[in-house]
């Protein structure tokens, strides 16, 4: 059965309209994910002694130079030891240094710098892109309604 162009471009459209919208809400829920754990941080963070484990280099995509790093630490708290990322933190550390960190009883993966929960940068890079990534949603699907619409004005028996 044989598809037709418009048809296709059409569905084709409707995706990108859902990939747009479906971009923008992930990078709204990170945004918010992570200020909710900032605040988390700095209202019930206690400090701790990290021992940096070790950092991973992350790039931006093959053959690219490294844009960060991602380290572990580990910490001990109320006699017990534990292992977590090290948020707030994007530098190279050495394995075995020690760094000021802050933490959450109860949550032991829970693990930033204390120089990052200081610097404490909102998410708003992650909201702006999650307003653009939707406002681009709404405005290739509302631009797609005016077409359909237009097209049905211009031709009502559809034979188009």
Known sequence: MPVSGRKLAGVLVWLLVAALLG?????ALSGSSRDSRLT????????????VTGCTAVSS????????????????????????PLGGNRRLLDAGSTVA???VPGHPGLLWTAAGVRRGQSSTA??????ALGGAGVLVGAAR??????????????ST
């Open 23 to 27: 971009l923008a809400v992930y990078f």
């Open 40 to 51: 988390l941080l700095r209202d019930r963070g206690i400090a701790v002694q990290a021992t």
């Open 61 to 84: 995509g093959v053959g690219m130079g490294i844009e960060y790093w991602d380290c572990r630490g580990s910490y001990s708290l109320d006699g017990r030891r534990f292992s977590a």
């Open 101 to 103: 960190a802050v933490t």
């Open 126 to 131: 992650s909201y702006a892109a999650a307003v």
């Open 145 to 158: 309604v005016f077409a359909l619409r237009r097209r049905r004005r211009l031709d009502p028996t559809g």
